[in-house]
């Protein structure tokens, strides 16, 4: 079977010959090949510095760091974040039982490009921020004196994917660096980033499944080398099956293909994400003369076969099976994409343990740890490049996705979780928005050519797995012809939140099943954003809460479920991640996540997992994100506040302080009660049954009771802040202070007078209440708070957010547009004035916080703070009062 187009089958096979012995006892490998990382030691510095190339450059002032490093972390603050040059230097001094060696030189990833010297010499380069790279360093090298490795680093480029993209193209050797040493004869480990060995299953069935094993053996002795190859095949219980021996001649400097074909193993142990068995490949190199090992690698391989249909969905080893995925990006707060492999390990366990059986490796090729894991725990993968929102008209930019792309299919090439290769995400969003008419036309050509020529490439390098791209919510892929090019399309979905109503979802998944009923379809991004300190009892669209995230997935995920010509669905995205030009409520992150930066999970997630897991108990209390109660009491009465409960039990009892508030049926994983809130730190428990055992859950809240009528007996203590013009709780991080939603003044009470509802996703400065500050009531009246007399403190919030702002091509339809005017008003309370014309954009500009405070000596039975608009209108965005006595 030919499986890349470089690879040719030997003019002469040998025999194999089947033994069932172990051929080589392991210690022998690591005498010949020799692995380690060079993690330490590194000096860096950021910009330009050619200098750094002499090996007598002095680098003392420079950065000490260890790798994984990037050099972004200012992402986290500026959208402006550094895209240049990076400079990383080190010694290398070898060991005299290398001299005689081949020394390669592997960088796991390194972002977007590298050039590498040594001892001031050009050895190679690698473009591509994602895949490996690996080069034979042996001719730069000494062995009698320290080696100085330079490799200069550029994040800038834009002839290398991504070009565009809603996430941080962070800069840096943020993987692993590696020395590898074998001898002369050895697997080549030049192909591409990979080790030269490549694992197929042709045929699997449940009876027998065959495996063949090709790859390529290079010779960098001068003179011939007469060899015995040999592979051995291990039973997951770590029995060996069976082994196969093939003599193979080698010229000096020859580099020679192989191609094993072993026998059919009976009845396999299949593997799937619920039973991940894995068959262990030993390959093995030995010197005919001496019979000792020259080389060894090691590699898993599983046995499962997969399809998809357009009517049914996904089938894998013969049987339907949901895909229940996940998109994952790599960074984590606050330290970018320099991430351990311990941490890549964690989020699959994470993954894993919430139900998921499917992720969508996104938008590039990730760590090796991910795809180990993947293997390992049993998680279905697809795996793509990052070609992104437009294809620009640049010199090499189809070359270096093509090489991309090759690179990620032969360096993952023999894991059997990668069922989809991917290379093209909403690449017509930018394109659609920033070309129209005529201007529009070269562009998809572009589009279509490259995808074509990606098509092609990827059923050279492997014609095994299925070619996916990844469509935003247009019909225009289809009417370009896009649609046709590859096995399967994935939607990116997000009626009701950038624009729509949730229903919107089942209704596109429809229409695209009858006007294209022949293509296969998979839910590739769907979610809705969410900020742990917003809070509603009457979600949005666009909001920010999490009860509006959890409302939005609940609608989702059953679709998912119960449309059978949806493959299945991954939802964007595990994790709150770095996207550095995004504004919203938390600038600088994209919050779909279902578990917070730092790995900590949503409620949300336990949704999912109660839908997903149906061989372990799950009940959970969907209150860790709303532990910090609020709300207002009317004349001493509990205050009614909803509780939720995510399990997979049939009916769920819900308890406060012992009491029970009832019993509820689960219906869609979810039980909603109304629970009394009295006490400040009241406890809630939940009971169920699962499978005739008991289960519970419980955890304490804060509460804090907002009177609605304000006099001496609660004033004491009291702040009462306002976030005016929302119907969101408001928790800041810093204080712990909960803002409650705005309301409409009643005689005895206390709320706006007039106005109307308005707001902003554009970061707002001077603060880090962000949300606070994005939405007012414009056209204010006032505000009147019904109070004894006495001294109070009186704080009003400001941002003028009335100018153009630009907005990101990310937000779909959900843009408010805003007309530019200076808006300054007087301000008076209890008809004093306090501000004669104030101008908050003249005091504090655009965008940015402000806070004024006003101390009150009330004679009166209220406080009433005034607006009077001397030009454009009168807002408030937030209020807040403190008796003082």
């Not at 279902?594 to 409620?603: I, N, W």
Request: glycine share 6%; proline share 5%; aromatic share 12%.
């Amino acid at each position: 079977m030919r499986i890349f187009k470089h690879i040719h089958k030997p003019v002469c096979r040998a025999i194999a010959t089947i033994i069932i012995f172990s051929i080589l006892a392991p210690s022998s490998l690591y005498a010949q090949r020799e692995i380690q990382t060079i993690n330490d030691s590194w000096k860096f510095r950021k910009g330009e510095c050619t200098a750094a190339l002499d090996s007598t450059f002095k680098d003392d002032e420079w950065e000490d760091i260890y790798l994984p490093h990037t050099w972004n972390t200012d992402a986290y603050t500026e959208k402006d974040y550094y895209r240049g040059m990076g400079w990383y230097r080190r010694q290398i001094i070898l060991p005299q039982d290398w001299i005689g060696k081949q020394v390669f030189l592997k960088l796991d990833a390194a972002s977007k490009a590298t050039c590498i010297y040594i001892n001031g010499k050009k050895v190679g380069e690698h473009t591509g921020g994602y895949t490996a790279s690996t080069l034979n360093i042996t001719p730069f090298l000494s062995f009698n004196s320290p080696n100085m490795l330079v490799i200069r680093v550029d994040n800038a480029r834009m002839d290398i994917p991504p070009i565009s993209g809603d996430f941080t193209f962070f800069g840096g050797i943020y993987r692993d660096a590696w020395l590898i040493a074998v001898p002369s004869q050895h697997f080549n480990l030049t192909n591409h980033g990979s080790d030269g060995i490549f694992i197929t299953t042709p045929r699997v069935s449940e009876q027998q499944a065959t495996l063949s094993i090709h790859g390529e053996i290079r010779n960098d002795a001068r003179e011939k080398a007469a060899l015995e190859l040999v592979h051995s095949i291990y039973h997951p219980d770590g029995t060996l099956l069976q082994t196969q021996k093939q003599f193979i001649q080698l010229k000096a400097g020859e580099t020679r293909n192989f191609d094993s074909n072993i026998s059919p193993i009976l009845q396999p142990l299949l593997w799937t994400p619920e039973t991940p068995y894995l068959y262990r490949v030993e390959t093995t190199l030995f010197n005919c003369k001496t019979k000792s090992v020259v080389d060894q690698s090691n590699h898993h391989t599983g046995f499962r076969w997969f399809h998809f249909e357009s009517n049914k969905g996904f089938f894998l080893n013969g049987k339907p099976y949901k895909l229940r995925g996940i998109c994952r990006h790599q960074d984590q707060k606050p330290i970018g994409v320099a991430l351990t492999d311990e941490m890549h390990r964690r989020d699959m366990k994470l993954m894993k343990e919430m139900g998921a059986n499917f992720i969508r490796i996104s938008h590039y090729p990730q760590d090796d740890a991910i795809i180990e894991m993947c293997d390992k725990l049993g998680m279905l993968a697809w795996e793509e490049i990052p070609v992104i929102d437009i294809v620009p008209d640049t010199p090499e930019y189809a070359e270096n996705c093509e090489r991309n792309l090759r690179e990620m299919i032969r360096q993952h090439y023999n894991h059997p979780s990668i069922i989809t290769w991917g290379y093209m995400n909403e690449i017509l969003l930018v394109a659609q928005r920033k070309h129209k008419g005529d201007a529009l036309k070269p562009v998809l050509e572009r589009t279509l050519a490259l995808a074509r020529r990606l098509e092609n490439a990827l059923k050279q390098e492997d014609p095994t797995r299925i070619s996916a791209m990844a469509f935003h919510g247009s019909n225009s892929y289809n009417e370009t012809g896009l649609s046709q090019i590859t096995d399967i399309v994935g939607w990116n979905l997000y009626q009701g939140w950038y624009g729509g109503d949730v229903t919107g979802f089942e209704k596109f998944l429809a229409e695209q099943h009858r006007n294209y009923p022949a293509h296969p379809m998979i839910v590739s991004e769907y979610g809705a954003g969410s900020d742990r300190r917003l809070h509603t009892l009457a979600p949005r669209a666009f909001d920010f809460s999490i009860e509006y995230q959890q409302k939005y997935l609940e609608h989702y995920l059953p679709v998912l479920e119960e449309t059978p010509y949806v493959c299945g669905g991954t939802h964007w995205n595990f994790i709150d991640f770095s996207s550095a030009l995004r504004d919203e409520s938390m600038p600088r992150i994209n919050n779909k996540g279902l578990v917070y930066a730092d790995r900590t999970p949503k409620d949300v997630y336990y949704y999912y997992k109660a839908a997903w897991r149906s061989d372990i108990p799950v009940l959970h209390i969907a209150s860790r994100d709303w532990t910090r109660r609020s709300g207002v009491q009317q004349e001493g009465k509990p205050v009614m506040l909803p509780v939720k409960v995510y399990s997979n039990c049939p009916e769920v009892e819900l308890f406060i302080d012992g009491t029970s508030v009832g019993k509820k049926k689960t219906e869609n994983f979810t039980a909603l009660f109304e629970v009394p809130f009295l006490r400040k730190e009241p406890f809630l428990s939940a009971h169920a049954t699962y499978q005739g055992k008991p289960v519970t859950d419980g955890l304490r809240v804060g509460f804090t009771p907002i009177p609605d009528r304000l006099d001496k007996t609660n004033l004491n203590g009291l702040e009462l802040a306002v976030n005016v013009g929302s119907h969101c709780f408001f928790t800041s991080d810093e204080s712990h202070l909960t803002w409650v939603p705005d309301q409409p003044y009643t005689p005895g009470s206390w709320g706006h007078l007039g106005g109307k509802e308005a707001g902003t996703q554009t970061e707002i400065g001077l603060t880090t209440d962000g949300p606070l500050f994005q939405t007012l009531r414009n056209g204010l009246e006032g505000y009147r708070f019904d109070v004894p007399q006495g001294v109070y403190e009186v704080e009003l919030l400001f941002t003028d957010i009335y100018r153009r702002n630009s907005s990101t091509a990310y937000l779909l339809g959900r843009e408010r547009q805003q007309e530019n005017r200076e808006n300054a008003f007087r301000i008076t309370i209890n008809g004093k004035t306090v501000e004669d014309a104030l101008s908050p954009c003249r005091t504090s500009g655009y965008f940015r916080a402000l806070r004024k405070k006003y101390i009150v000596d009330n004679d009166t039975d209220h406080l009433e703070i005034k607006f009077h608009a001397r030009s454009g209108n009168s807002f408030l965005n937030g209020i807040k009062i403190r008796h003082r006595n």
